[in-house]
Protein backbone atom coordinates (compact mmCIF):
# COMPACT_ATOMS: atom_id res chain seq x y z
CA UNK A 1 0.00 0.00 0.00
CA UNK A 2 1.57 3.58 -1.16
CA UNK A 3 0.36 7.20 -0.81
CA UNK A 4 0.89 9.34 -3.29
CA UNK A 5 -0.27 12.79 -1.33
CA UNK A 6 0.29 13.69 1.76
CA UNK A 7 -2.16 16.43 3.57
CA UNK A 8 -0.34 16.96 7.12
CA UNK A 9 -3.44 18.75 9.04
CA UNK A 10 -1.88 21.55 12.14
CA UNK A 11 -4.85 22.46 14.23
CA UNK A 12 -3.38 25.74 15.62
CA UNK A 13 -4.93 28.58 17.73
CA UNK A 14 -2.29 31.10 18.80
CA UNK A 15 0.54 29.75 17.45
CA UNK A 16 1.89 31.85 14.67
CA UNK A 17 5.97 31.76 16.49
CA UNK A 18 5.46 27.72 16.31
CA UNK A 19 4.26 27.88 13.13
CA UNK A 20 6.91 30.01 11.75
CA UNK A 21 9.18 27.18 12.63
CA UNK A 22 6.94 24.01 12.43
CA UNK A 23 5.78 24.69 8.88
CA UNK A 24 9.66 24.95 7.75
CA UNK A 25 10.69 21.55 9.18
CA UNK A 26 7.79 19.82 7.95
CA UNK A 27 8.97 20.59 4.50
CA UNK A 28 12.75 19.18 5.59
CA UNK A 29 11.12 16.10 6.57
CA UNK A 30 8.98 15.44 3.82
CA UNK A 31 11.36 16.52 1.09
CA UNK A 32 10.94 14.57 -2.22
CA UNK A 33 6.96 13.64 -1.17
CA UNK A 34 4.02 15.40 -2.73
CA UNK A 35 2.40 17.35 0.15
CA UNK A 36 0.61 19.80 1.96
CA UNK A 37 0.38 21.33 5.01
CA UNK A 38 -3.05 22.73 6.27
CA UNK A 39 -3.08 24.80 9.15
CA UNK A 40 -6.43 25.31 10.81
CA UNK A 41 -6.82 28.46 12.48
CA UNK A 42 -9.19 28.08 15.19
CA UNK A 43 -10.01 31.39 15.98
CA UNK A 44 -6.84 33.22 16.37
CA UNK A 45 -6.29 36.52 17.60
CA UNK A 46 -2.61 36.81 17.02
CA UNK A 47 -0.68 37.22 13.58
CA UNK A 48 -1.00 33.39 12.41
CA UNK A 49 -2.56 34.73 8.69
CA UNK A 50 0.85 36.97 8.55
CA UNK A 51 2.97 33.98 9.33
CA UNK A 52 1.19 31.70 6.96
CA UNK A 53 1.03 33.74 4.11
CA UNK A 54 5.04 34.76 4.56
CA UNK A 55 5.30 30.89 4.24
CA UNK A 56 3.49 30.67 1.17
CA UNK A 57 4.85 33.02 -0.53
CA UNK A 58 8.56 31.63 0.20
CA UNK A 59 6.92 28.40 -1.95
CA UNK A 60 5.83 26.49 0.88
CA UNK A 61 2.70 24.28 -0.11
CA UNK A 62 0.59 25.94 3.11
CA UNK A 63 -2.99 26.67 2.89
CA UNK A 64 -4.38 28.54 5.49
CA UNK A 65 -8.36 27.71 6.60
CA UNK A 66 -10.00 29.57 10.13
CA UNK A 67 -12.51 29.21 11.94
CA UNK A 68 -14.33 32.74 12.04
CA UNK A 69 -14.38 31.48 16.39
CA UNK A 70 -13.03 28.95 18.54
CA UNK A 71 -14.29 25.90 18.00
CA UNK A 72 -11.43 22.97 19.98
CA UNK A 73 -9.13 21.07 18.67
CA UNK A 74 -11.40 18.50 17.56
CA UNK A 75 -13.14 20.46 15.14
CA UNK A 76 -9.56 21.87 14.09
CA UNK A 77 -8.96 18.77 13.06
CA UNK A 78 -12.76 17.78 11.43
CA UNK A 79 -12.20 21.31 9.51
CA UNK A 80 -8.69 19.55 7.92
CA UNK A 81 -9.42 16.32 7.16
CA UNK A 82 -12.28 17.78 5.17
CA UNK A 83 -10.76 20.00 3.19
CA UNK A 84 -7.67 17.57 2.47
CA UNK A 85 -6.56 17.22 -1.18
CA UNK A 86 -4.20 13.97 -0.17
CA UNK A 87 -5.69 10.41 -0.31
CA UNK A 88 -3.54 10.44 3.46
CA UNK A 89 -4.01 12.37 6.34
CA UNK A 90 -1.24 12.92 8.82
CA UNK A 91 -1.89 15.11 11.79
CA UNK A 92 0.36 16.97 13.96
CA UNK A 93 -0.24 19.69 16.80
CA UNK A 94 0.09 22.93 16.43
CA UNK A 95 2.47 23.78 19.65
CA UNK A 96 5.96 22.46 17.79
CA UNK A 97 6.31 19.69 21.00
CA UNK A 98 5.71 16.55 18.10
CA UNK A 99 8.58 16.35 16.06
CA UNK A 100 7.78 16.00 12.33
CA UNK A 101 11.06 14.20 11.50
CA UNK A 102 8.75 11.31 12.72
CA UNK A 103 6.04 12.13 9.98
CA UNK A 104 7.40 9.49 7.22
CA UNK A 105 8.56 6.73 9.38
CA UNK A 106 4.45 7.06 10.68
CA UNK A 107 3.81 6.24 7.04
CA UNK A 108 6.16 4.13 6.31
CA UNK A 109 4.50 2.56 9.35
CA UNK A 110 0.81 2.79 7.62
CA UNK A 111 1.67 1.68 4.11
CA UNK A 112 3.51 -1.69 5.94
CA UNK A 113 0.78 -2.52 7.65
CA UNK A 114 -1.33 -3.03 4.46
CA UNK A 115 -5.14 -2.34 3.92
CA UNK A 116 -6.10 -4.23 6.82
CA UNK A 117 -4.35 -1.47 8.77
CA UNK A 118 -6.08 1.98 9.49
CA UNK A 119 -4.10 4.58 11.46
CA UNK A 120 -0.36 4.74 12.36
CA UNK A 121 -0.21 6.25 16.10
CA UNK A 122 2.57 7.71 17.60
CA UNK A 123 3.24 6.88 21.25
CA UNK A 124 5.20 9.55 23.09
CA UNK A 125 8.44 8.72 24.97
CA UNK A 126 10.28 10.97 27.56
CA UNK A 127 7.36 13.12 28.24
CA UNK A 128 8.30 16.97 28.37
CA UNK A 129 4.65 18.17 30.36
CA UNK A 130 4.38 19.09 33.79
CA UNK A 131 4.38 16.41 36.32
CA UNK A 132 0.61 16.59 37.00
CA UNK A 133 -0.31 16.79 33.41
CA UNK A 134 2.14 13.77 32.86
CA UNK A 135 0.04 12.19 35.83
CA UNK A 136 -3.48 12.64 34.57
CA UNK A 137 -2.65 11.41 31.08
CA UNK A 138 -1.00 8.49 32.79
CA UNK A 139 -4.31 7.84 34.67
CA UNK A 140 -6.45 8.60 31.44
CA UNK A 141 -4.68 6.65 29.02
CA UNK A 142 -4.92 3.25 31.45
CA UNK A 143 -8.76 4.49 32.02
CA UNK A 144 -9.50 4.32 28.33
CA UNK A 145 -7.30 1.41 27.80
CA UNK A 146 -9.79 -0.83 30.33
CA UNK A 147 -12.32 0.20 28.75
CA UNK A 148 -12.28 0.24 25.38
CA UNK A 149 -9.62 -2.05 24.92
CA UNK A 150 -8.03 0.37 21.95
CA UNK A 151 -4.53 -1.43 21.97
CA UNK A 152 -3.20 2.05 22.56
CA UNK A 153 -0.63 2.97 25.24
CA UNK A 154 -1.22 7.17 24.05
CA UNK A 155 -3.72 8.93 22.78
CA UNK A 156 -3.16 11.96 23.62
CA UNK A 157 -0.06 12.42 21.09
CA UNK A 158 -0.89 14.65 17.90
CA UNK A 159 0.70 12.20 15.34
CA UNK A 160 -1.20 10.31 13.48
CA UNK A 161 -1.61 8.99 10.10
CA UNK A 162 -4.97 7.97 8.50
CA UNK A 163 -6.43 7.30 4.99
CA UNK A 164 -8.37 10.04 3.97
CA UNK A 165 -11.43 8.39 3.02
CA UNK A 166 -11.65 6.66 6.35
CA UNK A 167 -10.79 9.52 8.21
CA UNK A 168 -14.10 11.18 6.84
CA UNK A 169 -16.48 8.77 7.65
CA UNK A 170 -15.50 8.21 11.34
CA UNK A 171 -18.11 9.40 13.98
CA UNK A 172 -17.28 12.80 14.76
CA UNK A 173 -17.97 14.58 18.39
CA UNK A 174 -16.14 16.90 20.45
CA UNK A 175 -13.19 15.15 22.00
CA UNK A 176 -13.12 12.46 19.05
CA UNK A 177 -9.43 12.99 18.45
CA UNK A 178 -8.50 11.46 21.40
CA UNK A 179 -10.28 8.70 20.32
CA UNK A 180 -9.20 8.01 16.81
CA UNK A 181 -7.63 3.91 17.32
CA UNK A 182 -10.92 2.79 19.25
CA UNK A 183 -13.05 4.40 16.28
CA UNK A 184 -10.95 2.86 13.43
CA UNK A 185 -10.94 -0.54 15.37
CA UNK A 186 -15.00 -0.08 15.48
CA UNK A 187 -14.65 0.21 11.56
CA UNK A 188 -12.61 -3.20 11.20
CA UNK A 189 -9.44 -2.41 10.86
CA UNK A 190 -6.16 -2.60 12.89
CA UNK A 191 -3.74 0.11 14.77
CA UNK A 192 0.05 0.07 14.18
CA UNK A 193 2.01 2.36 16.70
CA UNK A 194 5.96 4.11 16.34
CA UNK A 195 7.31 5.67 19.69
CA UNK A 196 8.25 9.48 18.78
CA UNK A 197 10.29 11.66 21.07
CA UNK A 198 7.99 14.33 22.61
CA UNK A 199 9.85 18.05 22.72
CA UNK A 200 9.90 21.17 24.94
CA UNK A 201 7.25 23.88 23.63
CA UNK A 202 9.25 26.99 22.56
CA UNK A 203 6.77 29.55 22.56
CA UNK A 204 3.68 30.46 23.93
CA UNK A 205 1.20 28.51 26.75
CA UNK A 206 -1.15 25.56 26.70
CA UNK A 207 -4.66 26.14 25.11
CA UNK A 208 -6.50 23.14 27.24
CA UNK A 209 -6.89 22.65 30.74
CA UNK A 210 -6.49 19.44 32.81
CA UNK A 211 -9.63 19.87 34.14
CA UNK A 212 -12.03 20.54 31.12
CA UNK A 213 -10.18 17.96 29.50
CA UNK A 214 -10.53 15.40 32.35
CA UNK A 215 -14.25 16.07 33.00
CA UNK A 216 -14.89 16.20 29.32
CA UNK A 217 -13.67 12.46 28.82
CA UNK A 218 -15.67 10.87 30.98
CA UNK A 219 -18.83 11.55 29.24
CA UNK A 220 -16.70 10.87 25.54
CA UNK A 221 -14.98 7.24 27.11
CA UNK A 222 -19.14 6.31 27.72
CA UNK A 223 -20.23 7.90 24.41
CA UNK A 224 -17.07 5.71 22.17
CA UNK A 225 -18.02 2.36 24.67
CA UNK A 226 -21.49 2.65 23.23
CA UNK A 227 -20.41 3.25 19.66
CA UNK A 228 -18.28 0.13 20.00
CA UNK A 229 -20.69 -2.03 21.72
CA UNK A 230 -23.51 -0.87 18.76
CA UNK A 231 -21.31 -2.31 15.77
CA UNK A 232 -20.66 -6.07 16.94
CA UNK A 233 -20.52 -8.14 14.02
CA UNK A 234 -18.67 -6.36 10.99
CA UNK A 235 -19.97 -9.02 8.07
CA UNK A 236 -17.31 -9.05 4.99
CA UNK A 237 -19.36 -7.47 1.91
CA UNK A 238 -19.59 -9.24 -1.50
CA UNK A 239 -20.96 -8.26 -4.56
CA UNK A 240 -22.12 -11.32 -6.22
CA UNK A 241 -22.43 -10.79 -10.17
CA UNK A 242 -25.59 -11.58 -11.68
CA UNK A 243 -24.60 -12.14 -15.29
CA UNK A 244 -21.45 -12.67 -17.21
Not at 16 to 42: K, W
Request: charge should be positive; include cysteine.
Amino acid sequence: MTFNFLTVVIPARNEAENLNVLVREIGVALDGRRYEVLVVDDGSTDNTADVLARLASEGLPVRHVRHDRSAGQSAAIRSGVMAASGDLVVTIDGDGQNDPAFIPPLVAALEAAGPGTGIAAGQRTRRTDTRLKQLSSRFANNLRTAVLKDRTRDTGCGLKAMPTALFRRLPFFDGWHRYLPALVLREGYDVVHIDVTDRKRRFGASNYGILDRGLRGILDLYGVWWLRKRCRVLPAVQEIALRD
